[in-house]
């Protein structure tokens, strides 16, 4: 076992990163890596690893329940109608990230899924999934921060106007939004 998988306080095998805190053992446990469906629940994944970039992922589930208040339950046709007092409502809640880019992204990205057909965005960031075999990673230095297929979802989204979405955002979607499973070796969830 390497030392990038650590025995929980429950005695089970996970990666490292999740036994540091309650609300990370819960999302390894039940989330990170498991196949996520559906225009709705890609949406608010895609909005909230924007709202993560620069930050700790531990801080937007903390704050995640917040942001499902504020933004409508991340319904993209309902964000879509937010304007600029929505806008100034969203910069003084201190239950959420409080960036006024990534508040305005979000809003127009949400725009661009609303005029989309219902599946196309599921249908399009699935496509970008690698397909075949791959290797399980034996430790967190095997797993990289950027790939050929995130590079490509963030050129193909940027194309369409979508903000937030860089290389390095994308891969953090596809993993946990289960298109790659990075758990390494030992973990569990490997098995």
Same mark, same amino acid.
């Not at 201190?94 to 989309?116: H, S």
């Given at each position: 076992?390497?030392t990038?998988?650590?025995? &929980?306080?429950?005695g089970?095998a996970?990666c490292?990163w999740?036994?540091?805190?309650?609300?990370?053992?819960?999302?390894?446990?039940?989330?990170w890596?498991?196949a996520?469906?559906?225009?709705?629940?890609?949406?608010?994944k !895609?909005?909230?690893? &924007?709202?993560?970039?620069?930050?700790s992922?531990?801080?937007?589930?903390?704050?995640r329940p917040?942001?499902?208040?504020v @933004?409508?339950? +991340?319904?993209?046709?309902?964000?879509?109608a +937010?304007?600029?007092?929505?806008v100034?409502?969203?910069?003084?809640?201190? =239950?959420?990230i409080?960036?006024?880019?990534k508040?305005?992204?979000?809003?127009?990205?949400?725009?661009?899924?609303?005029? !989309?057909d219902? =599946?196309?965005?599921?249908?399009?960031?699935?496509? +970008?999934?690698?397909?075949?075999?791959?290797?399980r990673?034996?430790? @967190?230095?095997?797993?990289?921060a950027v790939?050929a297929?995130?590079?490509?979802?963030?050129?193909?989204?940027?194309?369409?106007g979508?903000?937030f979405v860089g290389?390095t955002? !994308?891969?953090?979607?596809?993993?946990? &939004?289960?298109?790659?499973?990075?758990?390494?070796?030992g973990?569990?969830?490997?098995?």
């Amino acid at each position: 076992m390497t030392t990038d998988v650590r025995i &929980g306080p429950d005695g089970v095998a996970r990666c490292a990163w999740a036994t540091s805190d309650a609300e990370y053992l819960r999302y390894h446990d039940e989330e990170w890596g498991v196949a996520l469906h559906g225009d709705r629940a890609l949406f608010e994944k !895609m909005s909230l690893e &924007g709202f993560q970039a620069g930050l700790s992922w531990i801080t937007i589930l903390r704050k995640r329940p917040r942001f499902r208040e504020v @933004f409508a339950g +991340f319904d993209p046709d309902r964000v879509a109608a +937010f304007g600029p007092a929505d806008v100034e409502r969203l910069m003084t809640d201190a =239950g959420i990230i409080r960036n006024r880019a990534k508040i305005e992204a979000v809003i127009g990205n949400a725009a661009l899924v609303a005029a !989309m057909d219902d =599946g196309e965005l599921d249908a399009l960031l699935w496509s +970008f999934a690698p397909s075949g075999p791959r290797q399980r990673p034996e430790s @967190f230095s095997d797993v990289p921060a950027v790939t050929a297929e995130s590079t490509a979802l963030s050129k193909a989204l940027r194309k369409r106007g979508f903000r937030f979405v860089g290389p390095t955002t !994308m891969y953090a979607l596809m993993q946990s &939004g289960g298109m790659v499973d990075d758990h390494v070796a030992g973990c569990w969830r490997a098995a």
